[in-house]
Nanobody, 124 residues
Framework: QVQLVESGGGLVQAGGSLRLSCVASEGTFSNYAMGWFRQAPGKEREFVAAISWTGSSTNHAGSVKGRFTISRDNAKNTVYLQMNSLKPEDTAVYYC?????????????????WGPGTQVTVSS
């Protein structure tokens, strides 16, 4: 079973950048596709980005494409989300998720393990 812990959230002004990290413990990290999701108050959890087990394939939601980049370092059991040109509408709790398959998915129901989340707040 994989345990996930996110870090790197915080308060940033619009136009700024943050890099989220998610460290996995237990399990074999390289066997999992990984994803980032977010949930704003009063809204459903939404897909942000996903990456395959080797990192060769990625998918980013249209709302973040060109601004956010997902990556992973299997040697460090870590997946990252680089967030640039942040907007107030990016404010949410960001969750890291692991899928015990090699290939990416965009539905939250496809992911078996979740971290507790990290808050990102973008001020205007």
């Amino acid at each position: 079973q994989v345990q996930l812990v996110e870090s790197g959230g915080g308060l940033v002004q619009a136009g700024g950048s943050l890099r989220l990290s998610c460290v996995a413990s237990e399990g074999t990290f390289s066997n999992y596709a990984m994803g980032w999701f977010r949930q704003a108050p009063g809204k459903e959890r939404e897909f942000v980005a996903a990456i395959s087990w080797t990192g060769s394939s990625t998918n980013h939601a249209g709302s973040v494409k060109g601004r956010f980049t997902i990556s992973r370092d299997n040697a460090k059991n870590t997946v990252y989300l680089q967030m640039n040109s942040l907007k107030p509408e990016d404010t949410a709790v960001y969750y890291c998720a692991a899928r015990p398959k090699h290939f990416i998915a965009i539905m939250a129901s496809e992911y078996s393990y979740w971290g507790p989340g990290t808050q990102v707040t973008v001020s205007s």
